[in-house]
């Protein structure tokens, strides 16, 4: 799916869905008794420890050693279920287990996913399967309700397995009317605020969520709500949804094309986004404007200013504006830092001073729009943190605040009929929803 952000507030999405994340998986683990996540045993016979001991329709991607070839079938096993704590790292949970620091070492040396432990956040959880000598038999690590990976002794070694829980995804319907805040007026119809968010980020180019919103607007939405046993665990993705913004309709699919890519589009195929954001980062305030006659700060000589200075604080994530290829991230004197992203063959942009890279950002790597490509610094000629961004047109500098900004590609003509099929029945299903309801209003 292309990320697309909400220029004024992806920080506060960030923040938000950060934060809806964290709080959510907490809910979930202590929902339960108290100290089922703190330190609890829990007496096991090899023999009731199959590989996949996960309840939920889970399935295993890759073949699992049997717990026999491990050891004798008649030992028994303990099980203890920790929950990373802020501040907490493997090495010190390893430790208060009891375990020895060469088995840290093995854990991330193993194969394919060892690494995936320098991961760990607070909420992410653990199930070590220790013998009563205190040998780890197996780490199972979930860093979130759908994932888990498992890692098993062999030998002096560990071998990891991803299971992946497949959740049952049903659809429902919201409605909501705005009195002041949409925020407030989807909390009240039932919606947390990174749901409310990710709806705006798909009317973001049409409707200004910050100036534009009247009492009166309104929003459908026909969306998935996912299920693991029975248990709702979150929202899946907004499938339909129409926005009355001043009078106003706006409504737009999800369409997923033939190559698999997801993407928002209007009723007639056309790509609800614009080729870029206005802006890559969120910002406190533009520190220096697009002025080819800027004295420039540091050396007090006139130097035209290409680009547009946003000031905003170091580590801010700064975002491919548009989708593209990555033609240069490296580090000069006077940039720091800094990344180029070619855009198809007419267009180009520059992003300088990164305190650092976006993970995996390197030259001729494909990035999105909306992806973090690196986060703001003050390296280069910079007097503070902010990001220099930069916009050409065919090899010259535009503004990027005032350059006219491309459409995001339609469906494709031979895509459409596909995306008709495919499009005019949640279309429908929201049509049919938005009657039922106004039916309702007006009894
Ligand atoms: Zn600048």
Same mark, same amino acid.
């Given at each position: 799916?292309?990320?697309?952000?909400?220029?004024?507030?992806?920080?506060?999405?960030?923040?938000?869905?950060?934060?809806?994340?964290?709080?959510?998986?907490?809910?979930?683990?202590?929902?339960?008794?108290?100290?089922?996540?703190?330190?609890?045993?829990?007496?096991?016979?090899?023999?009731?420890?199959?590989?996949?001991?996960?309840?939920?329709?889970?399935?295993?991607?890759?073949?699992?050693?049997?717990?026999?070839?491990?050891?004798?079938?008649?030992?028994?096993?303990?099980?203890?279920?920790?929950?990373?704590?802020?501040?907490?790292?493997?090495?010190?949970?390893?430790?208060?287990?009891?375990?020895?620091?060469?088995?840290?070492?093995?854990?991330?040396?193993?194969?394919?996913?060892?690494?995936?432990?320098?991961?760990?956040?607070?909420?992410?959880?653990?199930?070590?399967?220790?013998?009563?000598?205190?040998?780890?038999?197996?780490?199972?690590?979930?860093?979130?309700?759908?994932?888990?990976?498992?890692?098993?002794?062999?030998?002096?070694?560990?071998?990891?397995?991803?299971?992946?829980?497949?959740?049952?995804?049903?659809?429902?319907?919201? !409605?909501?009317? +705005? %009195?002041? $805040?949409?925020?407030?007026?989807?909390?009240?119809?039932?919606?947390? @605020?990174?749901?409310?968010? #990710?709806?705006?980020?798909?009317?973001?180019?049409?409707?200004?969520?910050?100036?534009?919103?009247?009492?009166?607007?309104?929003?459908?939405?026909?969306?998935?709500?996912?299920?693991?046993?029975?248990?709702?665990?979150?929202?899946?993705?907004?499938?339909?949804?129409?926005?009355?913004?001043?009078?106003?309709?706006?409504?737009?699919?999800?369409?997923?094309?033939?190559?698999?890519?997801?993407?928002?589009?209007?009723?007639?195929?056309?790509?609800?986004?614009?080729?870029?954001?206005?802006?890559?980062?969120?910002?406190?305030?533009?520190?220096?404007?697009?002025?080819?006659?800027?004295?420039?700060?540091?050396?007090?000589?006139?130097?035209? !200013?290409?680009? +547009? %200075?946003? $000031?905003?604080?170091?580590?801010?994530?700064?975002?491919?504006?548009? @989708?593209?290829?990555?033609? #240069?991230?490296?580090?000069?004197?006077?940039?720091?830092?800094?990344?180029?992203?070619?855009?198809?063959?007419?267009?180009?942009?520059?992003?300088?001073?990164?305190?650092?890279?976006?993970?995996?950002?390197?030259?001729?790597?494909?990035?999105?729009?909306?992806?973090?490509?690196?986060?703001?610094?003050?390296?280069?000629?910079?007097?503070?943190?902010?990001?220099?961004?930069?916009?050409?047109?065919?090899?010259?500098?535009?503004?990027?605040?005032?350059?006219?900004?491309?459409?995001?590609?339609?469906?494709?003509?031979?895509?459409?009929?596909?995306?008709?099929?495919?499009?005019?029945?949640?279309?429908?299903?929201?049509?049919?929803?938005?009657?039922?309801?106004?039916?309702?209003?007006?009894?």
């Amino acid at each position: 799916m292309k990320p697309n952000q909400f220029p004024r507030a992806h920080l506060l999405l960030t923040g938000l869905l950060t934060l809806g994340l964290c709080s959510f998986v907490i809910a979930k683990f202590t929902d339960d008794a108290d100290d089922r996540f703190t330190t609890e045993s829990v007496l096991l016979d090899l023999a009731t420890l199959p590989a996949a001991d996960v309840s939920g329709s889970e399935t295993l991607s890759t073949p699992s050693p049997t717990n026999e070839s491990i050891l004798p079938r008649s030992q028994v096993l303990v099980e203890r279920h920790i929950q990373v704590k802020p501040g907490d790292n493997l090495a010190n949970i390893l430790k208060r287990q009891g375990i020895p620091a060469q088995e840290l070492q093995r854990l991330l040396a193993s194969k394919p996913f060892g690494s995936r432990l320098n991961g760990i956040f607070p909420g992410h959880n653990f199930v070590f399967s220790l013998t009563d000598d205190n040998t780890l038999i197996k780490l199972a690590y979930s860093p979130g309700p759908l994932e888990l990976l498992e890692f098993k002794r062999v030998g002096t070694s560990f071998v990891g397995y991803e299971v992946t829980k497949e959740p049952e995804r049903t659809t429902a319907y919201k !409605h909501a009317t +705005i %009195d002041h $805040s949409l925020f407030v007026s989807s909390q009240r119809a039932g919606l947390d @605020d990174a749901f409310t968010m #990710r709806l705006a980020q798909i009317f973001q180019w049409d409707i200004d969520f910050v100036l534009e919103i009247r009492s009166g607007d309104e929003f459908y939405i026909l969306f998935e709500e996912l299920y693991l046993d029975d248990e709702f665990i979150g929202y899946g993705k907004i499938l339909a949804a129409e926005f009355v913004n001043q009078g106003d309709s706006y409504r737009a699919v999800l369409y997923t094309d033939a190559q698999g890519e997801d993407d928002y589009y209007d009723p007639n195929g056309d790509s609800m986004r614009k080729a870029f954001l206005r802006a890559p980062v969120e910002f406190s305030r533009i520190s220096s404007n697009f002025n080819l006659r800027r004295v420039h700060p540091l050396w007090k000589r006139t130097m035209p !200013h290409r680009g +547009i %200075d946003y $000031s905003a604080p170091s580590g801010t994530p700064i975002l491919a504006s548009g @989708d593209g290829k990555v033609v #240069r991230a490296s580090r000069t004197k006077a940039n720091g830092n800094y990344v180029v992203l070619q855009h198809g063959e007419q267009f180009v942009t520059k992003y300088l001073h990164l305190s650092k890279f976006g993970r995996g950002v390197r030259k001729g790597k494909k990035v999105k729009q909306g992806q973090i490509i690196g986060y703001v610094g003050a390296t280069g000629w910079a007097t503070g943190s902010h990001l220099h961004y930069e916009f050409l047109v065919n090899g010259v500098h535009q503004n990027p605040r005032t350059v006219k900004l491309p459409e995001a590609l339609p469906i494709p003509k031979r895509e459409l009929e596909r995306f008709n099929k495919l499009s005019r029945p949640l279309f429908t299903l929201l049509s049919n929803y938005k009657q039922q309801i106004q039916l309702a209003l007006v009894r």
